[in-house]
């Protein structure tokens, strides 16, 4: 596609429950990046792909926390038993092998309410 | 990771130059500099990046001193859609991950 992808565009979800919240990169782009935004904060880094190598995990803030990218394209944040502090943002950007530098290209996001 | 500090606000009129400076003394030597511009309820957008001395495109411009211990974003002739968040960024080469910090929030005024 054109740009970065994200769905849905807002979850609303109650406390205890599982969400899955998906990211379509821009096409041929090898790094994969999700971040989490809480209102009027900076990004904060969660977990990082680049390839076939495992992922940087260490932003994750909790076992709730994961992720996977199936073949190397799409990519899916899972947070399991949602609480209240885990509304926010969260983005995911993709950035392109041959790009030496880190110019990352950001989707829309996805706005976590959990009630 | 290479922390960077900015303001973090900065008022301006449309029309006049902005420059906000970043600090990032402990930038590596295969680190580049690189800005993002923000907007409510959206991504973060790149605007330019750099390595050293100056860069320009059609949206800013980037001044990087020697030492590359700070940088200057300038935004010329800014208008009341600039209004943004403004993040400086220094990472790159093998760098696994970008660490965004506040933010400069620039507010353009009629």
């Known amino acids: 596609g054109a740009g970065v992808s994200q769905s849905p565009s807002n979850k609303v979800t109650e406390k205890g429950k599982d969400v899955e919240l998906r990211c379509d990169p821009i096409s041929g782009h090898t790094a994969l990046y999700w971040y989490r935004q809480s209102l009027g904060q900076g990004l904060e880094f969660l977990i990082y792909f680049q390839g076939n190598s495992a992922p940087d995990k260490s932003g994750l803030p909790s076992d709730r926390f994961s992720a996977e990218r199936t073949g190397g394209s799409v990519s899916t944040l899972t947070i399991q038993r949602t609480q209240q502090e885990d509304s926010a943002v969260y983005l995911c950007a993709s950035r392109g092998v041959a790009a030496l530098t880190d110019t990352q290209y950001f989707g829309p996001g996805t706005r976590l309410t959990v009630l | 990771l290479a922390k960077t500090t900015q303001p973090i606000s900065m008022d301006s009129y449309e029309g006049q130059e902005v420059n906000i400076t970043c600090s990032h003394n402990n930038i590596a030597t295969n680190d580049y500099i690189t800005w993002y511009q923000q907007f409510p309820s959206q991504g973060p957008r790149f605007i330019i990046q750099g390595y050293k001395t100056k860069v320009t495109n059609e949206v800013a411009s980037l001044f990087i001193p020697a030492d590359r211990k700070s940088s200057t974003l300038s935004l010329p002739r800014v208008s009341l859609s600039d209004t943004a968040v403004y993040y400086c960024?220094?990472?790159?080469?093998?760098?696994?991950?970008?660490?965004f910090g506040s933010g400069t929030q620039l507010t353009v005024l009629p």
């Open positions: 960024l220094v990472g790159g080469g093998s760098a696994r991950q970008l660490t």
